[in-house]
């Protein structure tokens, strides 16, 4: 039988195997292991690397940032995602500069969708459900491409630039975007 924390031990060899090795070479025999786990038990919790991959991130950043839902300010929780990138510098560009790659922006689009949706309810919370999902479609992918180009470039920028960036864009644009669609449907 499975000890509870097999997830977490994977978890944590994928982690510490992606310091020295792209992912796209990590075998399940190799993280199994290292986990001294066998690959059934691998297979009983996991799919394949991509989806431990999809739980770490699930686990680390979607879950934590449930737990601020009620943040109003969105560029608080937008400066959470952005420490935890830098935090977990080695870890998440090692995942970006994988096949791995969409899982991460996945991830991104999420919690930039989170973001954004609480703003708009925020603005309009009778505003239909097509009209929200659209601005923040919109919205969020624009954060998700500056966090992006962010991971290009090294995360050698600021994080506290990269808020107020993001700030001077979205400032009043929500609130106009949800006062025009009144107008335009």
């Not at 978890?11 to 690959?39: S, Y």
């Not at 991509?50 to 839902?69: C, D, F, G, H, N």
């Amino acid at each position: 039988m499975a000890r509870p924390d097999t997830k977490q031990l994977l978890a944590a060899t994928l982690r510490e195997m992606m310091a020295t090795t792209a992912l796209d070479h990590i075998t399940i025999n190799a993280l199994t292991a290292k986990a001294g786990v066998t690959r059934n038990t691998f297979y009983y919790h996991f799919e394949d690397i991509y989806s431990l991959l999809a739980w770490v991130y699930q686990q680390e950043i979607i879950t934590q940032m449930e737990k601020y839902a009620q943040i109003t300010e969105w560029t608080t929780a937008y400066r959470m995602l952005l420490s935890y990138i830098e935090d977990n510098r080695a870890f998440c560009l090692a995942s970006f500069n994988s096949v791995g790659r969409d899982l991460l922006e996945q991830l991104l689009a999420t919690v930039a969708e989170q973001f954004v949706r609480g703003v708009v309810a925020g603005v309009d919370p009778d505003l239909p459900r097509h009209l929200q999902d659209d601005i923040c479609n919109f919205y969020g992918l624009a954060l998700v491409a500056q966090v992006i180009q962010w991971l290009m470039r090294g995360l050698l920028e600021d994080k506290d630039a990269m808020v107020k960036r993001a700030e001077v864009m979205m400032t009043g644009a929500l609130a106009l975007a949800v006062k025009n669609s009144h107008r335009m449907y």
